[in-house]
């Protein structure tokens, strides 16, 4: 059984050996700081601590609940495949949704 800090280290160094997660904040993050009343220096920490607080709670979030899946990891697997048939339905879904939007949009 795989500690539950190795599985977090891990995909913590997934994360932040990502090269695309930095070319699109290199892209996208100047656009943001265009306002006249803070200097660029400010408005940059500030939109850095934003952004580094969401994605605290959101994979924090993701950590807590891949952790409770590993440990019902040795369960039935009745417990696997509900959530793989759920995770199916979502990106079932998700295709459906962008069909739509692309079959819709002109």
Do not use: D
Request: glycine content about 10%; aromatic content about 8%; charged content about 10%.
């Amino acid at each position: 059984r795989t500690p539950s800090l190795r599985i977090f280290t891990s995909g913590m160094a997934n994360c932040l050996l990502n090269p695309k997660a930095y070319a699109f904040m290199l892209a996208v993050f100047p656009a943001f700081l265009q306002t006249p009343e803070r200097g660029p220096l400010l408005q940059a920490l500030w939109l850095a601590a934003i952004i580094a607080g969401n994605q605290i709670i959101v994979y924090g979030a993701v950590l807590l609940a891949t952790l409770h899946a590993h440990g019902r990891r040795t369960g039935s697997g009745r417990w696997q495949r509900g959530v793989a048939g759920t995770m199916g339905a979502l990106l079932i879904a998700l295709a459906a949704t962008t069909l739509i939007g692309a079959a819709a949009s002109p």
